[in-house]
């Protein structure tokens, strides 16, 4: 038996390994708006431009001619949005959207109940998700129906081989009576591309 579990394990700890690791997301993410790097990417024109579009893209629910690829969809249990490509970003300029996002949503009633950075191998590529998940906070739950606001936030961030692929955005709702109605998706749309004072 101890020679079995000889083999064995010599034969898993000589299994090639990816030589890429995911980065942790703490390492990727600040957990506030305290970043000096962050607070100055916020307010350079180029983002401000890219939020005003992203809003006017749903308000007009249809794709304008402007520097943002993004398609918005709405369905009965679900609404949201991609992100394929906005002009000029570079991949960090992505991930600080992801952060903002992020934080945007916290402050309007969210807490995080999950966020990981996941990789994959796919066809001889290498896919990287970043995932944060998050719900109304546990204040909006005290009673009975409770406030589910816009449903549970899910945002994710794909990389193919260390390159932007896209950003998805997704608030799932409930529908049984345990909860009200959600809030109209709308509105957490025009708070979380409004641009920071």
């Avoid at 890429?20 to 600040?30: D, N």
């Avoid at 000096?36 to 307010?43: G, L, Q």
């Avoid at 129906?145 to 794909?158: F, K, V, W």
């Avoid at 998805?168 to 004072?197: C, E, G, H, I």
Wanted: hydrophobic letters at 35%.
């Amino acid at each position: 038996m101890s020679k079995l579990w000889d083999f064995l394990f010599k034969r898993e700890s000589t299994k090639k390994k990816s030589p890429y690791q995911a980065p942790l997301l703490r390492e990727v993410f600040h957990p506030t708006f305290e970043s000096s790097e962050f607070n100055n990417w916020v307010t350079e024109d180029h983002f401000r431009l890219s939020l005003s579009a992203i809003k006017l893209n749903y308000t007009t629910k249809q794709k304008s001619d402007s520097i943002v690829d993004v398609e918005f969809f709405d369905k009965r249990e679900f609404s949201g949005f991609y992100i394929m490509k906005i002009k000029g970003y570079a991949l960090q300029d992505y991930l600080n959207l992801v952060q903002y996002i992020w934080l945007q949503t916290k402050n309007q009633g969210y807490i995080t109940q999950m966020s990981e950075v996941k990789t994959e191998n796919k066809s001889q590529n290498i896919k990287t998700t970043y995932r944060i998940y998050l719900k109304p906070s546990h204040k909006y739950k005290i009673q009975i129906p409770a406030d589910q606001l816009y449903g549970n936030i899910q945002i994710d961030m794909t990389c193919i081989n260390d390159k932007f692929d896209k950003i998805v955005v997704k608030s799932m709702v409930y529908s049984d009576r345990n909860y009200l109605p959600a809030r109209d998706f709308s509105s957490w749309v025009n708070y979380t591309f409004s641009q920071l004072n």
